[in-house]
Each structure stands twice: as C-alpha cells, then as structure tokens.
C-alpha cells in the first residue's frame, strides 16, 4: 500500500530518466492521468498510453519519456513534490509564484481541476499545489 501515489508517480519518473530508460509504466488513477497529459501537452514526455485493466485489476500509463537529440539528457530536469500528505501547501491565485522564471510549470489542484500555475492565474482561481517541474 502506497501512502502517497503522486511522490511514487514522479519518483518512477525521475529514477527511469536516471536509468535513461526509454519507457515508464505506472498504476493509474485520475489524479495520475491529468498529470500525464498535462505533462505532455507541455512537451515534457513524448508520448503516453492509457491502459485499462482486464477482470478488475488496475491499469497502467505507459509513458515513453523525452530526451535531447544532442546531449541525449532527459528534457525534465527537475520534478518535485511540493504539497505532501504530511503538510498541504495552499496558494491564492495572486500569490503562485513563477517556477525558475517561467520556464518551468507548477501543477495545481483547484475547484476547476489539475492545471498548469499559468492557467489558474489567468482564471484567478488558487489551490493546492500538486508538484513543481523545470
């Protein structure tokens, strides 16, 4: 049993990118597909794969991850949990601050659903702050 999914969720990212495997699969939920197309439609992962399971087991995401064509590094440098189960972090719209000014994203939990810190200050909505990726 898996107190917090969404730590093991990045943690299986980040320990395939040190290992410069190619694909990452991972127990789904909800909470762990918007992640992925978030991620995705912000150029961080190649490409993903929803996979459903068969007589009531649980499915996986399949995600093939990015890397540079040059220097052959993963193209996300960093992903950090920032709220925790043990301590939630809350942020207002006004106060989300820029990851490494800009050029990263904060993904938040608001009343809207999982977005992007750029989007939920556009739509002036806060909420918890889910993870940090640069």
């Known amino acids: 049993m898996l107190t917090d999914p969404i730590s093991d969720f990045l943690t299986r990212i980040r320990n ?15 909470l762990k597909k ?10 961080y992962i190649l490409k993903y794969k ?9 499915g996986l995401i399949k995600i093939a991850l ?10 996300i440098k960093a992903i950090e949990r920032v709220s925790k189960p043990g301590l939630r972090i809350y ?13 990263g994203i904060a993904i938040v939990s608001t009343s809207k659903g999982l977005m992007t810190d750029k989007d939920a ?3 002036n909505i806060g909420g918890e702050i889910i993870c940090r990726v640069f």
């Open 16 to 30: 395939a990118q040190m290992a410069n495997h190619r694909l990452v699969e991972i127990p789904v939920s909800k």
């Open 34 to 43: 918007r992640i992925t197309e978030i991620l995705y439609d912000h150029g």
């Open 50 to 58: 929803f996979e459903e399971g068969e007589n009531g087991q649980q």
């Open 66 to 75: 990015k890397y540079d064509q040059t220097t052959k590094s993963p193209v």
């Open 91 to 103: 942020s207002g719209a006004q106060s989300l601050k820029k990851v490494r000014n800009g050029l």
């Open 121 to 123: 200050k556009k739509l």
